[in-house]
C-alpha cells in the first residue's frame, strides 16, 4: 500500500512538475531538527536540509509559533503599507548586520537578492560593469545567472544581462585585471558553496576590499549560503575582518519561509528612486515573523559558537576517515559546510547512503557536500560519519 502511495506522488510530480529539478527517490512527509521522515515512516538523518535552508532545524519551534501567531493576525501586507512585524524584522537584521550596513532591502529568495544588488551598484555608481568569479553561483533569474559562471546553467539562455566578466577565484591580480573605470562593482562568496565548499586564501577577502577601494567600486558579498553563522562567525567575512559595500542575505534567514535581504550602506541603499524596485510578496507579515523568530534564535542559542564547535568535530572526524578511503581524494570545510571530494563519481555513494539513512547534496559529479541543521546531535554526527565509511568501503 505504501509503495502504491509513493508511486502516485512521484508520478503526479513528474507528470505536473518542474523537469528541471535532479530528484532523489524520495518522498518526505515530515521533518524535526535535523531529521526527516518519508511517507513510509523512515527516518533519515538530513544534511542537505533544503541545500542549507533548515540551518536551524526542520520546523524550528521558535519559527513554528511565531508563524503560527502571525498567521492569526495578517498575513498579506504589501509594502506600500506600514506594518509592526516588518519593521521588527528590519530592526533586527540591522543590528546584527556588519556595521554601516543599515539600509535593507526584503526579497524572496537569494536570486532576488542578487539582482537587488545588482541594480543598486549600478544605480548608485551609474557604471554597468559588474566583476564576478569564475566558479562562483548567485541565482537562476537573468541578472543572477549572469553573474554565475558555470556555462551549462546560461547558453540555452543567451544572451544574458550583459556587463559581467570573470575573474578567477581566489586570485587579487586577476581580479585587479578585470576592474577598469567603467566597473561599479565585484560580487563574491566569502565561500564558493555550489562549486563544492570551495575556501579561498585566508587574506583573499581583505585584498578583494582593497582592489574594490583603491578603483572606487563596491564590494558585494553572497553570504546567502555562508550567512547567519553557518561558518561559525555571524558573517563569513569576519574571518577576514572584511566588511563588504553590500551583503546579500538568505536560506537560513526565513527559517524554512522564503525570505532574503539586500543590506547596503545607507547611501548605497537610498541610491534606488520609489518605484524602481518593489515587490509583491516582499517582506509580508508570515515571513517576517519567521525571519524575526530565525534571528532572535541565532543570537540566543550562540548558534556561531555551536557551528564552530560542531562543524570542527565533525571535519576532524571526517578528515580521520579519508586517511582510510582510497577512493577520496580532500575533505575541507568551515563550520557545519563540509565537501568530501572523491576521485569517483559521486552518484553510488550518494544513492547508497540515502537507502541508509543518510542525505547529502553533491556539486558536480566527484564532490559529496554537508550542510548539517546546526541543533544535530552528536549520535547523528557520529551515525553519519558511519554511515559515509560504509559507503565509500
Not at 533569474?141 to 546560461?154: D, E, I, V
Not at 566588511?243 to 534567514?253: A, M, R, S
Not at 534571528?295 to 564547535?309: F, P, Q
Request: charged letters at 20%.
Amino acid at each position: 500500500m505504501l509503495r502504491v502511495v509513493y508511486l502516485d506522488i512521484v508520478s503526479v510530480e513528474d507528470s505536473y512538475g518542474s523537469p528541471s529539478y535532479q530528484k532523489l527517490p524520495l518522498v518526505v512527509e515530515r521533518g524535526f531538527g535535523a531529521k526527516v521522515w518519508d511517507n513510509a515512516g523512515r527516518e533519515y538523518i538530513d544534511y542537505l536540509a533544503s541545500y542549507g535552508v533548515a540551518f536551524l532545524g526542520h520546523s524550528n519551534p521558535s519559527v513554528v509559533d511565531a508563524v503560527r501567531e502571525q498567521a492569526s493576525k495578517l498575513m498579506s501586507c504589501h509594502g506600500s503599507l506600514y506594518t509592526p512585524v516588518r519593521s521588527e524584522l528590519l530592526e533586527r537584521l540591522a543590528s546584527i548586520a556588519p556595521r554601516g550596513l543599515t539600509r535593507v532591502y526584503l526579497s524572496n529568495s537569494g536570486a532576488e537578492a542578487v539582482e537587488v544588488a545588482i541594480k543598486l551598484a549600478r544605480r548608485y555608481t551609474r557604471k554597468k560593469k559588474i566583476v564576478s568569479m569564475k566558479g562562483g553561483y548567485h541565482g537562476k533569474t537573468f541578472g543572477a545567472l549572469s553573474a554565475t559562471w558555470n556555462p551549462r546553467y546560461k547558453e540555452a539562455f543567451e544572451p544574458l544581462v550583459p556587463g559581467f566578466v570573470f575573474a578567477e577565484y581566489g586570485d587579487p591580480e586577476s581580479l585587479r585585471s578585470c576592474v577598469d573605470g567603467e566597473t561599479a562593482g565585484v560580487i563574491v562568496e566569502p565561500v564558493q558553496g555550489e562549486s563544492g565548499v570551495i575556501i579561498p586564501p585566508s587574506d583573499y577577502l581583505r585584498e578583494v576590499r582593497e582592489v574594490c577601494d583603491a578603483a572606487g567600486v563596491l564590494m558585494i558579498a553572497d553570504e546567502i549560503q555562508t550567512g547567519l553563522g553557518r561558518t561559525g562567525k555571524m558573517w563569513a567575512c569576519e574571518h577576514a575582518g572584511v566588511t563588504p559595500d553590500i551583503l546579500l542575505v538568505g536560506k537560513v534567514l526565513g527559517g524554512g519561509l522564503p525570505l532574503s535581504a539586500t543590506v547596503a550602506r545607507g547611501d548605497i541603499g537610498a541610491s534606488l528612486m520609489k518605484g524602481e524596485h518593489t515587490s509583491t510578496y516582499a517582506g509580508n507579515p508570515l515571513v517576517c515573523a519567521a525571519g524575526k523568530a530565525a534571528i532572535e534564535y541565532i543570537t540566543s542559542h550562540d548558534v556561531c559558537g555551536e557551528a564552530a564547535k560542531k562543524g570542527g568535530k565533525l571535519l576532524s572526524e571526517l578528515t580521520t576517515l579519508a586517511q582510510t578511503k582510497k577512493s577520496v581524494r580532500s575533505v575541507r570545510g568551515l563550520g557545519l559546510m563540509i565537501a568530501l571530494e572523491l576521485k569517483i563519481d559521486v552518484r553510488n555513494p550518494l544513492l547508497s547512503a540515502l537507502s541508509r539513512g543518510l542525505i547529502m547534496g553533491y556539486s558536480g559529479r566527484t564532490i559529496l557536500r554537508l550542510l548539517p541543521p546546526v541543533v544535530t546531535d552528536e549520535s547523528e554526527m557520529s551515525k553519519a560519519v558511519e554511515l559515509i565509511d560504509s559507503v565509500l568501503q
